[in-house]
């Protein structure tokens, strides 16, 4: 079991950067394998943005947001981060952070992690 909490989440402008913090209630090697950031847009599905392979923290970003999402990890904080540039309004959503050990599957599928924060809020304005 992990406990996950998201935060960094905020208003910025069009063009803007904000920084995304998921830190989790113990160490992540050793428990979980894959951390990931996922957004979820009002009547659309929860999409994967970025996947972290936590044991040598191997990025995975989907094309959707290659170049300007980036994930990283700091064990010693127990946190990955999801740097977010170029910022615009569709990314305007609330972001979770995930964590599962075993992936049967695609990186980028909400339903095979099962660890999950409560998510943050980015608005991002035009």
């Known amino acids: 079991q992990i406990h996950l909490v998201e935060s960094g989440g905020g208003s910025v402008q069009t063009g803007g950067s904000l920084r995304l913090s998921c830190t989790a209630s113990?160490?992540?090697?050793?428990?979980?394998?894959?951390v990931a950031w996922f957004r979820q847009i009002p009547g659309k599905e929860r999409e994967g943005l970025a996947t972290s392979w936590v044991a040598d923290s191997s990025p995975y970003v989907d094309s959707s947001v290659k170049g300007r999402f980036t994930i990283s990890q700091d064990n010693a904080k127990n946190t990955v981060y999801l740097q977010m540039n170029s910022l615009q309004p569709d990314d305007t959503g609330v972001y979770f952070c995930?964590?599962?050990?075993?992936?049967?599957?695609?990186?980028?599928?909400?339903?095979?992690?099962?660890?999950w924060g409560q998510g943050t809020q980015v608005n991002v304005s035009s």
């Open positions: 995930a964590a599962e050990k075993t992936i049967g599957g695609s990186l980028f599928a909400a339903s095979l992690y099962k660890f």
């Open positions: 113990k160490n992540f090697v050793g428990t979980v394998n894959y």
